[in-house]
């Protein structure tokens, strides 16, 4: 994915991003400044040269921005944009992890909180085990400390 | 406070269709008594406000129509047919007033209100410096964590917390900065589940409790140990569960929580008699009350009180003095609302004989002896109501004609739901009379709930021989209202209806659930803002009418192409999914609403 230009746009100004492993990308200003860090350097006038993203790989990254395109274009009815954001978080673990870091790094709240809920939703309803599977997480209690922190967090109807 | 509009409206009759799932429409079913739910929209008073103190009731759920109700009320009708005023029809609603409450209905999760992080952060937590996990913690960076567990429902975070030890200190913060929790206590619940969960969060200022198992003074007891802060509680029950809470039990924990702002109680008939006393309370909402011997309302600051007492015929209750002793202590009160069977013109007079100036919202339902020398009372002691509920009272049109004189300054909302008195004309002289009128609510009135039997299929066929002298008025009316602010408008049951005529530019919401002898031929709605229409019970030729009605009124405003001229000279014209054009230059990022009106027939 290069430039994204919608018709919409009249500025026409352009910011150039490199992301972590040396793929660039062309997007509107419009469009960037979802993101807060981008915004601030928009403000302040520091946009030449490509901004490197270390911290986020091509393909995160084409990903995000074309939500942020999406996001961007004033035509688009709010029914529109649920069930595209719906569609859109719809993903793996492996690239929602992605998307988890990309929009917490670029500051992007919607996408983030978009996100979080959606992580959110994988937890419900499941024991702490099955949670630790989901997301591969180590069990770093004692036994003593997991039937301290078991008791304390006492289900509704049992164990 | 926001009652559930479309719930009374659709599910009191016994043709109509009640909005919950799995909910009953036939008459036979009627018999069961039982409280449906719905899901809680925003409701009546059609102001989508957020926190908006709309004083109006709604009835909703079971028809408790027992066979002896039916018969007296055929009796009194034979006997009476020759005076000009009608007896009340028989209660075919049973009014379990709910309110609407950005509750969620999902009955699996119950959202818990955690605050946003910046409250909540110790000094060390701000500092991001490595915003990546660990890739052997597998977990997520501590700012990304808190943002999905606070999403989590009050059970999911107890799950969560177990998970490992980071997960565990940032369920353990976010317990600690709850200010809200909204719970619903499972049918087995263990016993201290409450307990436990409320302890975790000693900072809670807001308690919704949805219980499904009985619930006891150890219940309050609990609350009034673990949340010290406490300033707005409620509790609700389900239809399974019992409320064994006392009325010195009540007061006591009244009298303790000095900080206790508002209190809503449902399932409230074992409280037998209560004296509080509180001089923070500000809103309480008491439900399905019965029997109450004596009542002391000490609180000075009260602004809004509910008390909904239950059907059931032989309840004790001295309402007038009741309200005599409201009335001396309370008068700092806003909102009233009060519904009973045993509500009458002296409850009335001892309400005006009180002094409450700041007196805003009335509504007394269910008083079949409240008349129009209440009205007169009501209008001549406190003539800025905005909202005014008599339905179900025995008020006629001339009592409307007080009403259209006193308040037309002030009066936004009026209901008149099963008034069996006014008429059409009535109604319309409303419309006309009052200006800032934005939702009424005129349900059952126009139409003879008699012959308002379902298994009589049909009734497409008058047999106008059959109908005496005082029911013409009854039949075959029109109704043709012109109105610059009206947003929601009720004529559920108006079977009576044969046409309407409505020009409302500011009407979203129009109820014509049962409105069977409507004629489709003799419908014109020319309200450009309509959201929503509610025909359930209509004839088919009436719903296709309004469904090819309302598209009609949407085609029309999408007759605006925006073109933009681009710096090359070219023009390009855009089909926009939106209905106005000035949005297009708008800079803001504003979401485009398109606006459908859609037709509800269940």
């Known amino acids: ?159 | 406070m926001q009652h559930h509009y479309h719930h009374r409206s659709q599910s009191h009759l016994s043709a109509g269709v009640p909005t919950t799932p799995g909910g009953e429409t036939q008459f036979a079913s009627e018999a069961k008594l039982g409280k449906k739910r719905g899901s809680y929209n925003c409701g009546r008073c059609g102001l989508p406000k957020k926190g908006h103190s709309c004083h109006v009731a709604i009835t909703t759920a079971a028809i408790e129509s027992t066979p002896t109700h039916a018969d007296s009320s055929v009796a009194i009708s034979a006997t009476s047919s020759l005076s000009t005023t009608r007896p009340p029809p028989l209660r075919q609603h049973c009014s379990n007033l709910r309110r609407a409450l950005s509750f969620d209905d999902d009955v699996e999760d119950v959202r818990g209100g955690f605050p946003e992080p910046e409250a909540a952060y110790d000094e060390e937590d701000l500092q991001f410096d490595d915003p990546f996990p660990d890739p052997d913690s597998g977990g997520f960076p501590p700012g990304c964590l808190w943002e999905i567990l606070r999403r989590l429902p009050p059970v999911g975070l107890l799950a969560a917390a177990r998970v490992c030890k980071g997960w565990r200190e940032t369920a353990r913060k976010l317990w600690r900065a709850a200010e809200e929790l909204r719970l619903r206590v499972p049918a087995r619940a263990q016993v201290g589940f409450v307990g436990s969960v409320l302890q975790k969060c000693p900072g809670l200022v807001r308690l919704s409790l949805r219980m499904e198992s009985d619930v006891d003074a150890t219940m309050l007891a609990c609350i009034a140990f673990s949340c010290p802060n406490l300033e707005f509680m409620e509790i609700l029950k389900s239809d399974t569960a019992m409320n064994r809470i006392t009325g010195d039990e009540l007061g006591r924990f009244v009298a303790d929580k000095r900080c206790l702002k508002s209190l809503k109680m449902e399932g409230c008939s074992n409280l037998g008699g209560f004296v509080l006393c509180s001089s923070s309370l500000s809103t309480l909402w008491l439900s399905d009350l019965f029997s109450l011997s004596k009542t002391v309302f000490n609180c000075p600051n009260l602004k809004e009180i509910s008390l909904e007492f239950s059907r059931q015929q032989n309840d004790s209750t001295d309402l007038t003095s009741m309200v005599d002793g409201l009335g001396r202590y309370c008068t700092r009160l806003q909102n009233i609302h009060m519904a009973s069977l045993r509500l009458s013109h002296s409850v009335v007079l001892a309400l005006t004989g009180a002094q409450l100036r700041w007196l805003r919202m009335l509504s007394l339902v269910l008083g079949s002896e409240i008349t129009d020398a209440s009205v007169a009372a009501i209008a001549s002691s406190y003539p800025n109501l905005e909202l005014l509920d008599l339905s179900g009272s025995s008020i006629s049109d001339s009592g409307i004609g007080m009403i259209c004189n006193v308040f037309p300054e002030t009066l936004s909302r009026l209901l008149l739901a099963l008034c069996p008195n006014i008429t059409s004309s009535g109604i319309q002289f409303v419309t006309a009379q009052l200006p800032l009128l934005e939702l009424m609510d005129c349900g059952m009135t126009i139409c003879d709930p008699n012959s308002e039997n379902p298994l009589a299929g049909e009734s497409n066929d008058w047999e106008l021989k059959n109908i005496s002298k005082t029911k013409l008025h009854l039949v075959h009316q029109k109704l043709i209202i012109k109105h610059n602010r009206l947003k929601k408008l009720s004529l559920w049951g108006c079977s009576g209806l044969d046409a309407l005529y409505l020009n409302c530019p500011e009407l979203n919401d129009l109820n014509l659930n049962s409105c069977k002898n409507l004629h489709p031929e003799r419908l014109l709605l020319q309200c450009g803002n309509l959201e929503s229409v509610h025909a359930s019970g209509c004839q088919e030729l009436l719903i296709e009418a309004i469904e090819s009605q309302v598209s009609n009124d949407f085609l029309a405003m999408e007759n605006v192409l925006p073109c933009k001229r681009l710096a090359d000279g070219s023009k390009r014209v855009h089909v926009p999914h939106f209905l106005s054009a000035q949005s297009y230059d708008d800079d803001k990022k504003q979401r485009v609403k398109r606006q459908r009106c859609n037709v509800l027939v269940r």
């Open chain 1, 1 to 159: 994915m290069s430039s994204s230009s919608s018709p919409m746009q009249s500025t026409g100004r352009k910011l150039k991003l490199k992301s972590k492993d040396d793929e660039t990308f062309e997007v509107e200003e419009a469009v960037a400044v979802k993101s807060q860090i981008f915004k601030y350097m928009v403000e302040d006038g520091v946009s030449n040269g490509p901004i490197p993203l270390p911290n986020v790989n091509g393909k995160t990254l084409a990903r995000v921005l074309q939500w942020c395109q999406k996001h961007a274009d004033p035509t688009i009815t709010e029914d529109e944009l649920n069930k595209y954001d719906a569609g859109f978080i719809d993903v793996d673990q492996a690239v929602l992890y992605d998307l988890l870091m990309a929009a917490n790094y670029l500051n992007i709240e919607e996408l983030l909180k978009l996100a979080c809920m959606r992580v959110a939703d994988m937890i419900k309803g499941k024991s702490p085990d099955e949670i630790r599977r989901t997301f591969n997480i180590k069990n770093d209690f004692t036994p003593e400390e997991e039937e301290e922190v078991r008791k304390e967090n006492a289900w509704a109807l049992g164990p």
